[in-house]
């Protein structure tokens, strides 16, 4: 299956979106629901943009029992176990800043981060990960599906011209999708041994498990690589657990109570929201 050249300058803080900032998401963000959750300053910072993967990584769980993507050596020959798939978004800078947050990119966690020097890697990542719980690298996301138009974003797809609105929703000749773009993707660096998913986890992964797979994420591959770290059956309680945005709390998995709830959410009046969401 061929694929078109990276649309990108490799500028190490940059995506291919001539619009915002491409977000590959392959955890609890491949609920759009939890997305818009999260992220309140735009929305079509939560509206899913396309059905991607990221080739010569492995999904896991980690040690720390929340998804993570293992770097492998380049490989032509893509497998489930060496391919992820995910979800991209295209981020307003306001809501990048906030998923910032919750993904433990904060200033408490790393005061003083470290320029990237690594010739090798620069073009991946500009800073080293430090105290963060996940780096910032910017690789190639092979896009398989367009959900939207991809000249929002910039993105010229050749023989797109072909392709008629359905329901809002991009649709084209077969193969016309293949894109290959770059994109942001949350990465940690130091956690890359598989463990065991802490239980709030679970509902929140089920949940963008359905989301995605209804858009097209493969279930193959959910089959055979997220079903090993994720039971099925178990959803997000009537609280609906959002998750912190003050990054990893070891004791989130069982003391949620100071939490943002997506009922607390629901509750709260335009004035706490725009407080919460400062």
């Known amino acids: 299956m061929a694929q078109d050249q990276e649309q990108s300058t490799y500028d190490p803080a940059t995506t291919s979106s001539k619009t915002g900032t491409f977000y590959f998401a392959f955890g609890s963000n491949l609920s759009a629901h939890q997305m818009s959750l999260r992220l309140r300053h735009s929305p079509s910072s939560s509206i899913p943009v396309a059905i991607g993967r990221l080739d010569s990584h ?44 919750y993904e433990g990119q904060n200033e408490a966690r790393n005061p003083n981060p470290i320029r990237n020097n690594d ?48 329901n809002g929703e991009a649709s084209s000749p077969a193969g016309a999708h293949n894109t290959t773009v770059r994109a942001l993707v949350y990465v940690d660096e130091y956690r890359t041994t598989p463990g065991k998913i802490v239980h709030e986890y679970i509902g929140r992964m089920n949940r963008g498990i359905e ?53 607390m959410l629901r509750e709260m009046g335009e004035g706490e929201k725009a407080a919460w969401r400062s």
């Open 58 to 101: 492995a999904w896991i769980i980690c040690e720390r029992g929340y998804a993570n993507v293992v770097a492998l050596p380049q490989s032509n020959a893509a497998t489930d176990a060496n391919t992820v798939w995910g979800v991209l978004y295209n981020m307003h800078p306001v809501d990048e800043a906030r998923l910032d947050l």
């Open 119 to 166: 010739p090798e890697t620069q073009m991946i990542k500009r800073f080293e990960q430090g105290g963060w719980d996940y780096n910032k690298h910017y690789l190639p996301i092979t896009v398989t599906k367009w959900l939207r138009d991809p000249r929002e974003y910039g993105i010229d797809v050749p023989d797109w011209g072909a392709a008629q609105s359905v």
């Open 211 to 263: 989301e995605s797979v209804r858009l097209g994420l493969p279930q193959s591959w959910v089959d055979n690589v997220m079903r090993k770290f994720i039971p099925p059956g178990i959803y997000v309680d009537h609280d609906g657990y959002v998750g912190t945005d003050d990054g990893y709390v070891e004791a989130e998995a069982t003391e949620t109570d100071e939490h943002v709830t997506e009922k």
